[in-house]
T-cell receptor, first 115, second 113 residues
Framework: DTAVSQTPKYLVTQMGNDKSIKCEQN?????MYWYKQDSKKFLKIMFS???????INETVPNRFSPKSPDKAHLNLHINSLELGDSAVYFC??????????????FGPGTRLTVL | AQTVTQSQPEMSVQEAETVTLSCTYD???????LFWYKQPPSRQMILVIR??????QNATENRFSVNFQKAAKSFSLKISDSQLGDAAMYFC??????????FGSGTKLNVKP
């Protein structure tokens, strides 16, 4: 059974387009995250949601908007895509936002290529 | 600001040998957790080991162990009896304030047969 799933796994699109990446977790976790991994493999947190509420919003262009319809889903919408948005985007989840030290479970990643 | 630094972009080790990956961090928080994650070519992020900052005893998981020096803000990962399957990117990370999670830039580990 897939714990954290992302769709699509690969996304190739033109500059200026709007696209979405979906994330679902079936672990019953309270907290979900979006990370961006650039070409140099640097992994940076973008957003964190706890029970559908935004907790962390790092310095990310407002073209990126997370949407959490329920606790099990955290989708990432990107408007007006730019070349620099090309990266691998990882979704992750962890249990009990109030408990330190919880392992994050990562999805398989979505490789976004903007042409 | 919270930062995590991995000063070794790439390392190599002979199969069955031991290798140590370095990680230093900077935080003003008193409560935090430190992690090492492994990312093989499949891209999947896998937790390797976790250390609670309030524990002095170094965490161990089979062939993986850490050397946690809290005063020096150092958290190195030692891999003993290296195996070909250990080849991957390794990311050091810090978790504080329940949800703030930051990674270093990663170290690519090559394992030579």
């Amino acid at each position: 059974d897939t714990a954290v799933s992302q769709t699509p796994k690969y996304l190739v699109t033109q500059m200026g387009n709007d696209k979405s990446i979906k994330c679902e977790q079936n672990l019953g976790h309270d907290t979900m995250y979006w990370y961006k991994q650039d070409s140099k493999k640097f992994l940076k947190i973008m957003f964190s949601y706890n029970n559908k509420e935004l907790i962390i919003n790092e310095t990310v262009p407002n073209r990126f908007s997370p949407k959490s319809p329920d606790k099990a889903h955290l989708n990432l919408h990107i408007n007006s895509l730019e070349l620099g948005d090309s990266a691998v985007y990882f979704c992750a989840s962890s249990p009990l936002a109030g408990a330190l030290g919880n392992e994050q479970f990562f999805g398989p990643g979505t490789r976004l290529t903007v042409l | 600001a919270q930062t995590v630094t991995q000063s070794q972009p790439e390392m190599s080790v002979q199969e069955a040998e031991t290798v140590t990956l370095s990680c230093t961090y900077d935080t003003s928080e008193s409560d935090y957790y430190l992690f090492w994650y492994k990312q093989p070519p499949s891209r999947q992020m896998i937790l390797v080991i976790r250390q609670e900052a309030y524990k002095q005893q170094n965490a161990t998981e089979n062939r993986f162990s850490v050397n946690f020096q809290k005063a020096a803000k150092s958290f190195s990962l030692k891999i003993s009896d290296s195996q070909l399957g250990d080849a991957a990117m390794y990311f050091c990370g810090i978790l504080y304030n329940f949800n703030k999670f930051y990674f270093g830039s990663g170290t690519k580990l090559n394992v030579k047969p």
